[in-house]
Structures are given as C-alpha cells and as structure tokens.
C-alpha cells in the first residue's frame, strides 16, 4: 500500500536493502517498480527507454545496464525502505562489494528462464561473506521458456541454501497472469493496465496442486525451525503466523531463502515482494552491534541514536552540488554543521549538509540517525571505507574488502596541454572507486590504469571524457600477471654491510623460502637465544614484504610464498630497524632467485550461451584460446558451455563471438583466481 515517506521513523521500520542479480535479470525494473507502487514515481521506468530513476548516468542509459550502484528511498506500509540498486556486471563486483558490506537485507533476482547464473553465483557469495540475510524473486515468468521449479532447484543445487516457496504461478510464458499466496491460500491476479493486484479465491483447477505446496512448504519450515516443528507435531499442519514468523527467523539466520515470483516489467508480483521485504528482512535493530576497534581494543555499538556516533563511507562521487560521500549510520545521530573524526586519516570534518538520496535527485535533511543511509557534503579527507564517528568516542570499522586489479592499460591526453587535465581526471576516478588504480610505470613513464576489466576501464576512460572533455589514448589492456615459488630454498644467508662514516648499517639474516598453499604471503620467526631482537624480526617482515613488490621473472607482484627467519646476528653499534629492513628486502630478492618460480595469468570462468547449430564453432574457438571445456547444457534450440580461459586470451571475444553466431551468441566471465602460465618458469 502507498505511504507518505515519514519524517521520523523508528528503527523498527526502516529496511536497508540492496536488489542483487546477474546482469540483465531485471534488477533495476524492480526497483522502478518498486518507486513507481510506492508513490516515490509517478511514472513507470524502462531500462529499454533510458528512463530509469536509477540509472540515470549518460553510459548507463547507453548501454541499459548497471553501473554505479545508486541509492533511492521509498515507504511501504508505514515503513521507510532504504534500496541500493547494484550493478549486475562482474567487472563493477567491487561496487556490489561496498554496498553489502553496508546493507541490513537483499532481495536476489533470478531469471526464471536462466536460473542462476554466474554473477547471480558471485553475487549470493558477497552476501554470504558479509552474513546479509536475502530473500529470492524469480522474474521473467511471462518469458518463453520460463520455469519456476528449475529456477528453484538451480537455487538450491547451485546455492545451497533451502528454498522456501511461498507462491505458485497462475498461468505460465504469455498467460502469467498472477500468484497464489501458499501462506492465506488466496489467488492475486494482475490485469493489464490496472497497478494492483485483485485478491481472489484459489482457483479450482490449481486448488489441489496448491495445497499439495503449502504442505511441502509446512514440512521444509518444521525441519528447519524448532518452534514450527513442535507446532507441527501436535496437529500435522502449521497456521500462517507461525509460517510467518518462521520464515522471518528463517530467514535472518540464513538457515532459509523466502522464494517469490513474477513479472517486474508486466508489474505483476512487485506489491507481494514488498510485503515480504518488510515481513521477513530485518530491521537496523534486528542485526548485530557493529564492531569495530580503536587503541587495541574491540568495542560494539548498537543501533541507537543516544549512543556516541559512527559511520562508515562506503561511496564517494563529485557532483555538481559537490563532492557527495554517502554513510551508512550505525549509530548516534549527527546534524547539519557537526564535527566528526576521521581516525583513518586522523583529522576533523565538518558536516556541511545532510542529503536523502533519491539517485541523482537529493532532498535536505536537518539531522540523521542510527539506521539512516544518507549523503553529506563538506567531507574533503572520507574514502570509501572511511569510518567517522564523534571526535571523543573514537571507533575504526572493518573497511570492505577491494578486488586487486586485473587489467591495465595505459593512458595520455592526446594534447600536451591536457596532461595536468588528465592527471587530475584519475585522481578523481581513483578516489571515487577504490577498484580502479592508476600508477606511474617506472621503465616507460606511462600512466597505467587499472581495472576489474575491459568495461570497467573502458567506462572509466569515458567518464574522464565526458566530465573533462580530455581526448585520451588507451593503450591495449594488459593483465595483472603474479609470480609464485614451485620449490624453495632453504638456509639462505644475507649479510648486509654498509660503512660510509658515521654510524654504518649491519644485518645478519638466515631465510627458508617454501611455497604457500595458496595465495598470500606468510612471515614466521624460528630465531631462539634472541640473536634477533623482536624490534629487528618485524623489520626483517617489513623488508621481505617490500620485496613482494616485483619477482624475478618478470618484476611481477610475488604471492603465495612462506618465509622462515632462521637465524641472524647484530652488532652492537651498526645494527639498527633501517638495516634489517633492508636486509629483508635483499635478502629475499636473492632468495627467490634462488627458487624455482613460475608465472601465474589470471584465470576467468565463462559462461557462453549460443544456437545449437554454432556450438562446435564456439568449442574450437574456446580451445584455440587455451580454453578448458567445464560443461555443457543444451535448451530449446539454444547450448550454454561452460570454460575456464585465462584473461589475456578474451580481449575481443565479444566481437569474435558475434561474428561467429550473426549475433546471437553471448558470453558472461568471472575471476576465478590464477593459474601456472605456460613456459614461464625459472629453474635454479
């Protein structure tokens, strides 16, 4: 039901959510609808029109996908729904990453044709990481081909959690007209032209097929929920409050997934789903203290508006109204002209004016609270993943994780006279997502950039050409390649010696080098009797820690590796933190020459949907590319193959893919770590 957005709503009533799905599953028509049901909107959005609240970004409309997650605010039921629509695209995963690590609840669309696919994959694990509690919309049912059972059981055999369906579809493909609610065993049917739905007796010929589900439904809640079960027990059926609260418990400890379905571009479905947000995801009172540590300690804050201040910026934009960082509050309250502590970059900030954010339309607010998700203007120093909080209550908060790059290609303003232009372009570009570096090579001078991949940094060259007008060179992208030890060293001494008057430099070290199961790198200290001073091992860390930095092969980041400091020696006057950071440096530069190494390529999964009749083309051409074939299934005319191929090998896939099919043929890729690249190896 419509609401006015309240002014004040207690914490009870406000929903932090984000909408989570592969790309092209429909995301962002539910949110429109959601905006449009709600009142927020007096007109429907369309991806395919450009009329998007959302998606209100020039590429964005371009392409009709996702890119910047974008936050809007809408009522429902007395209750203030706080949504963040994210990007689908795995190159723009780290945008997804930020918004979870800030969100309370999700709503995961599905493709009831597709099913799961692998971003919708990647996507549910980012939400597992942070423990957000989801509930599951399988859309498209109107579509060809559309079936909600397969979706379910891809759910549960690609995600396993248990899926807990709580509608069946009236009608299928073109006849999808409506749901049957299996908890009030009503019919809602949705006619053409009219915004809501009618409440209707079941029908009859899906009576029978009804309550067979809402039996099923009974007996999947009683194994999971103890309340439900012991209700179960003692009259063989289950009433609906109880499926209700059950399904909400259910659902907040992850232990189940609500599953609902419809049509968001037919509007059929939406006004259930928002029921279902509101019954079963929590509240900002519902979760966990936040925690967080300051001076060596751990501290908790919880959800109140009374209690010290903290928040956590998690984006970061420059606008025309200016430079806008958005916070999720997790406790305290702040207004318009407050002081707040930034400890990352330990300095005040001024609070200059408090935004509710409606995409790229703002409305001004006097205060916030516990709970909110807001922007404010004046903060010069906040990144995304800056915690403030009040100046005499310090806190840091756990940051969201960010992906390493991938991809680099380098860039240059075709004028001279753009280059300071440019530099500050990137700068901007860096600062507003952490995903995207840009740094100075060394050998050549050039500014490299990079990226999650190709549409990442190719979205990030436009956007510096639209907002600068800067006309930029893009080299060919290069991939993030990474060196690793095969077979270490052992006993490898390093001694460095430096007089060149004054006070000279002396370090005695003694390393064992082994490879690491796994990536990452592992420093431990075996030195017994003290000949190593505590101060000096940490330095010695520091030291083989800055030699991470370039491999011996190709000067290449090194990951995967264990290093043992054995032993060493000082002197009583030379030896200092400066020498044994130094002889960490060379010492292990030494030793990994020493080693056997090997170049690791990254490696992606891609999932290429093309007709039958051009799948053995598809095939040679994975294979020629240094593809391995993981699966294959087959669908109504059309194959989707499975592969991992190493990154370096896709650029320009899409292109070679299309002239392959006529166009028909599509492919999606996701990070799945790194491989031994063939031939470079250094054997000692």
Same mark, same amino acid.
């Given at each position: 039901?419509?609401?006015? *957005?309240?002014?004040?709503?207690?914490?009870?009533? !406000?929903?932090?959510?984000?909408?989570?799905?592969?790309?092209?599953?429909?995301?962002?028509?539910?949110?429109?609808?959601?905006?449009?049901?709600?009142?927020?909107?007096? @007109?429907?959005?369309?991806?395919?029109?450009?009329?998007?609240?959302?998606?209100?970004?020039?590429?964005?409309?371009?392409?009709?996908?996702?890119?910047?997650?974008?936050?809007?605010?809408?009522?429902?039921?007395?209750?203030?729904?706080?949504?963040?629509?994210?990007?689908? %695209?795995?190159?723009?995963?780290?945008?997804?990453?930020?918004?979870?690590?800030?969100?309370?609840?999700?709503?995961?669309?599905?493709?009831?044709?597709?099913?799961?696919?692998?971003?919708? $994959?990647?996507?549910?694990?980012?939400?597992?990481?942070?423990?957000?509690?989801?509930?599951?919309?399988?859309?498209?049912?109107?579509?060809?081909?559309?079936?909600?059972?397969?979706?379910?059981?891809?759910?549960?055999?690609?995600?396993?959690?248990?899926?807990?369906?709580?509608?069946? &579809?009236?009608?299928?493909?073109?006849?999808?007209?409506?749901?049957?609610?299996? *908890?009030?065993?009503?019919?809602?049917?949705?006619?053409?032209?009219?915004?809501?739905?009618?409440?209707?007796?079941?029908?009859?010929?899906?009576?029978?097929?009804?309550?067979?589900?809402?039996?099923?439904?009974?007996?999947?809640?009683? $194994? *999971? %929920?103890?309340?439900?079960?012991?209700?179960?027990?003692?009259?063989?059926?289950?009433?609906?409050?109880?499926?209700?609260?059950?399904?909400?418990?259910?659902?907040?400890?992850?232990?189940?997934?609500?599953?609902?379905?419809?049509?968001?571009?037919?509007?059929?479905?939406?006004?259930?789903?928002?029921?279902?947000?509101?019954?079963?995801? &929590?509240?900002?009172?519902?979760?966990?203290?936040?925690?967080?540590?300051?001076? +060596?300690?751990?501290?908790?804050?919880?959800?109140?508006?009374?209690?010290?201040?903290?928040?956590?910026?998690?984006?970061?934009?420059?606008?025309?109204?200016?430079?806008?960082?958005?916070?999720?509050?997790?406790?305290?309250?702040?207004?318009? +002209?407050?002081? !707040?502590?930034?400890?990352?970059?330990?300095?005040? $900030?001024?609070?200059?004016?408090?935004?509710?954010?409606?995409?790229?339309?703002?409305?001004?607010?006097?205060?916030?609270?516990?709970?909110?998700?807001?922007?404010?203007?004046?903060?010069?120093?906040?990144?995304?993943?800056?915690?403030?909080?009040?100046?005499?209550?310090?806190?840091?908060?756990?940051?969201?994780?960010?992906?390493? &790059?991938?991809?680099?290609?380098?860039?240059?303003?075709?004028?001279?006279?753009?280059?300071?232009?440019?530099?500050?372009?990137?700068?901007?570009?860096?600062?507003?997502?952490?995903?995207?570096?840009?740094?100075?090579?060394?050998?050549?001078?050039?500014?490299?950039?990079?990226?999650?991949?190709?549409?990442?940094?190719?979205?990030?060259?436009?956007?510096?050409?639209?907002?600068?007008?800067?006309?930029?060179?893009?080299?060919?992208?290069?991939?993030?390649?990474?060196?690793?030890?095969?077979?270490?060293?052992? +006993?490898?001494?390093?001694?460095?010696? @430096?007089?060149?008057?004054?006070?000279?430099?002396?370090?005695?070290?003694?390393?064992?080098?082994?490879?690491?199961?796994?990536? +990452?790198?592992?420093?431990?200290?075996?030195?017994?009797?003290?000949?190593?001073?505590?101060?000096?091992?940490?330095?010695?860390?520091?030291?083989?820690?800055?030699?991470?930095?370039?491999?011996?092969?190709?000067?290449?980041?090194?990951?995967?590796?264990?290093?043992?400091?054995?032993?060493?020696?000082?002197?009583?006057?030379?030896?200092?933190?400066?020498?044994?950071?130094?002889?960490?440096?060379?010492?292990?530069?030494?030793?990994?020459?020493?080693?056997?190494?090997?170049?690791?390529? &990254?490696?992606?999964?891609?999932?290429?949907?093309?007709?039958?009749?051009?799948?053995?083309?598809?095939?040679?051409?994975?294979?020629?590319?240094?593809?391995?074939?993981?699966?294959?299934?087959?669908?109504?005319?059309?194959?989707?193959?499975?592969?991992?191929?190493?990154?370096?090998?896709?650029?320009?896939?899409?292109?070679?893919?299309?002239?392959?099919?006529?166009?028909?043929?599509?492919?999606?890729?996701?990070?799945?770590?790194?491989?031994?690249?063939?031939?470079?190896?250094?054997?000692?």
């Amino acid at each position: 039901m419509r609401t006015e *957005l309240p002014l004040t709503t207690p914490l009870s009533a !406000v929903r932090n959510l984000g909408i989570l799905a592969h790309v092209d599953a429909g995301k962002t028509t539910v949110t429109e609808r959601f905006l449009y049901l709600t009142g927020s909107t007096h @007109k429907r959005g369309e991806v395919h029109d450009g009329t998007t609240v959302t998606d209100f970004d020039p590429q964005e409309r371009d392409r009709g996908i996702t890119i910047f997650a974008a936050a809007v605010t809408c009522a429902w039921d007395g209750h203030r729904i706080n949504l963040i629509d994210t990007p689908g %695209h795995v190159d723009f995963a780290d945008e997804v990453e930020r918004s979870l690590r800030v969100l309370d609840g999700a709503i995961a669309v599905f493709d009831a044709v597709a099913g799961v696919e692998p971003q919708s $994959e990647s996507v549910w694990r980012q939400a597992d990481r942070y423990g957000v509690p989801r509930i599951a919309f399988v859309n498209k049912l109107d579509r060809t081909g559309a079936d909600l059972d397969a979706a379910v059981a891809s759910i549960r055999e690609r995600l396993h959690p248990a899926p807990l369906v709580v509608q069946l &579809p009236i009608g299928t493909e073109a006849g999808f007209t409506g749901v049957v609610d299996l *908890l009030r065993m009503r019919a809602l049917v949705w006619t053409d032209g009219e915004d809501t739905a009618q409440e209707l007796p079941v029908p009859e010929g899906l009576l029978e097929e009804s309550r067979r589900r809402r039996r099923l439904l009974e007996e999947a809640v009683a $194994e *999971l %929920h103890p309340g439900a079960l012991e209700e179960f027990y003692d009259g063989s059926a289950l009433s609906a409050e109880t499926l209700r609260t059950a399904l909400r418990d259910l659902t907040r400890t992850g232990e189940g997934v609500v599953v609902l379905c419809g049509s968001a571009y037919r509007n059929r479905g939406i006004e259930p789903l928002l029921d279902a947000v509101v019954a079963y995801l &929590p509240s900002p009172s519902d979760v966990p203290a936040v925690r967080g540590t300051y001076g +060596g300690g751990e501290q908790e804050r919880a959800a109140d508006p009374q209690l010290p201040f903290a928040a956590l910026a998690f984006k970061v934009s420059a606008t025309a109204t200016g430079r806008l960082t958005y916070l999720r509050i997790y406790s305290g309250t702040i207004e318009k +002209g407050d002081t !707040v502590w930034d400890p990352g970059a330990r300095r005040t $900030e001024r609070i200059g004016r408090i935004l509710r954010v409606q995409a790229d339309r703002h409305e001004r607010l006097d205060r916030a609270v516990a709970g909110d998700i807001v922007a404010v203007i004046g903060l010069k120093s906040a990144r995304a993943g800056s915690t403030l909080c009040a100046p005499d209550t310090p806190l840091v908060l756990e940051p969201p994780t960010v992906a390493d &790059p991938v991809v680099s290609v380098a860039v240059e303003a075709r004028r001279s006279t753009d280059t300071d232009r440019l530099t500050s372009a990137l700068a901007r570009l860096a600062e507003e997502d952490p995903s995207l570096t840009v740094r100075t090579d060394g050998e050549t001078g050039q500014t490299v950039l990079s990226g999650m991949g190709e549409l990442h940094l190719e979205v990030a060259v436009e956007k510096i050409r639209q907002a600068t007008g800067v006309e930029v060179n893009v080299g060919r992208p290069r991939v993030a390649y990474r060196e690793t030890v095969v077979r270490g060293v052992s +006993g490898m001494v390093f001694r460095h010696v @430096k007089q060149d008057g004054g006070a000279g430099q002396f370090a005695h070290i003694v390393l064992d080098v082994e490879p690491l199961d796994g990536p +990452g790198f592992e420093f431990r200290s075996a030195v017994v009797g003290g000949r190593v001073p505590q101060e000096y091992v940490r330095s010695v860390e520091a030291g083989c820690r800055d030699a991470l930095t370039e491999g011996p092969i190709g000067g290449f980041p090194v990951t995967g590796l264990r290093v043992t400091l054995t032993d060493g020696a000082t002197h009583v006057k030379d030896s200092s933190e400066q020498a044994f950071r130094t002889a960490g440096r060379l010492g292990l530069r030494e030793a990994l020459r020493a080693c056997t190494t090997v170049l690791l390529e &990254p490696v992606v999964e891609v999932t290429v949907t093309v007709p039958e009749d051009a799948v053995g083309g598809v095939l040679g051409d994975l294979a020629a590319r240094r593809g391995r074939v993981t699966g294959s299934t087959a669908r109504t005319g059309s194959a989707t193959v499975t592969a991992t191929v190493p990154l370096a090998e896709l650029f320009g896939y899409a292109t070679r893919l299309r002239s392959r099919t006529q166009g028909r043929g599509t492919f999606t890729a996701r990070p799945t770590g790194y491989a031994p690249a063939p031939g470079a190896v250094t054997v000692r």
